[in-house]
């Protein structure tokens, strides 16, 4: 049994950063995705950013472009996810998930964690 537990979340203002991480414990099977995902209030949860087992390939939702970097460390069995230039609308519940890849930027996701929460301040 694979548990995902986030960390990092918190308040910040407008502009500000922030770094989640996410720690794996037990290993997933082989080759697993990584990725991001958050829910704000009253909205559907939304995929973030995802990046294959190489880390060769790393996916992002247009509204994070430019602003987020996702990265991982597999003898952690760790990712992050390194948010710049917060804004109000990025304000939610960030989640952290494990799955494999199924085709180019296509993934189905087995493992979810229990949620961080970040706000930011206008």
């Known amino acids: 049994q694979v548990q995902l537990a986030e960390s990092g979340g918190g308040l910040v203002q407008a502009g500000g950063s922030l770094i989640l991480s996410c720690a794996a414990s037990?290993?997933?099977?082989?080759?697993?995705?990584m990725g991001w995902f958050r829910q704000a209030p009253g909205r559907e949860r939304e995929f973030v950013a995802a990046?294959?087992?190489?880390?060769?390939?790393?996916y992002y939702t247009d509204s994070v472009k430019g602003r987020f970097t996702i990265s991982r460390d597999n003898a952690k069995i760790t990712v992050y996810l390194q948010m710049n230039s917060l804004k109000p609308e990025d304000t939610a519940v960030y989640y952290c998930?494990?799955?494999?890849?199924?085709?180019?930027?296509?993934?189905?996701?087995?493992?979810w964690g229990q949620g961080t929460q970040v706000t930011v301040s206008s």
């Open positions: 998930v494990v799955g494999s890849t199924t085709g180019w930027g296509r993934f189905e996701w087995h493992y």
């Open positions: 037990g290993r997933p099977f082989s080759s697993y995705a």
């Open positions: 990046l294959s087992w190489s880390g060769s390939n790393t």
